[in-house]
């Protein structure tokens, strides 16, 4: 990366901080402005700072860091409140790109009197776009008065090793209803067997199955 030219240099800080303009920062890049606290030696690899970057692969952007609380207070009295919206106290804007919420050694937590998660993708092959997907290394709970789901088209429950649906009341199946059973291992050589399927259609309905897999991947 070229070096770039601070010639203009100028900070006016005493002690405690500092405002200071045209320098170059520890990631080689030139910042126009940077409101900046000067730290005692505690040690912390982050400063307390806020830079207006104009040169560099990062160019046009706002970097603001701190090794404590990062806290932003609004809303006591927020625009367009009427009886059935609360109005808007705050928002964040990106008009291309991504927004990232990272805790790699924490947790992030949503927490309102009412959430919503809205996806307006085109869901099709070519942008394949306007999904929610949720990914966990551990279990996804959920705990409510009521869960309701509902599909367009298709829907899907699958497990690997088992499906476990359960009620203390009643269980309602409506429409048509098709059932593949596995046959009993016990009676595989009978004719009998207390699956809805005999062993060789579930033979069959297995290698069919396979071959579908194989010819997706």
């Not at 046009?60 to 059935?84: D, M």
């Amino acid at each position: 990366m070229a070096k770039f030219n601070t010639f203009n240099h100028l900070e006016f800080n005493n002690t405690e901080g500092g405002l200071f303009l045209s320098y170059t920062n520890k990631n080689g890049a030139k910042v126009a402005a940077g409101l900046r606290r000067i730290f005692p030696s505690y040690g912390t690899q982050t400063a307390q700072c806020i830079e207006l970057i104009e040169a560099g692969p990062l160019e046009g952007s706002i970097i603001a860091q701190t090794p404590k609380s990062f806290v932003i207070s609004c809303g006591e009295i927020p625009p367009g409140t009427t009886t059935n919206q609360n109005g808007i106290a705050g928002i964040w804007h990106s008009a291309n790109g991504d927004l990232v919420l990272s805790a790699p050694k924490g947790a992030v937590r949503i927490v309102a009197q009412d959430i919503q998660l809205i996806s307006h993708g085109d869901p099709g092959e070519a942008s394949d776009q306007g999904h929610v997907s949720m990914y966990a290394t551990g279990d996804i709970r959920s705990k409510s008065t009521n869960v309701k789901m509902e599909a367009r088209s298709d829907m899907a429950l699958g497990g690997e090793k088992e499906v476990l649906i359960v009620t203390t009341n009643q269980m309602t199946l409506g429409g048509e209803v098709k059932v593949d059973e596995g046959h009993d291992y016990s009676t595989f050589f009978s004719s009998l067997g207390t699956g809805s399927k005999t062993p060789f259609q579930w033979v069959e309905f297995i290698e069919k199955f396979t071959k579908s897999i194989k010819g997706a991947v």
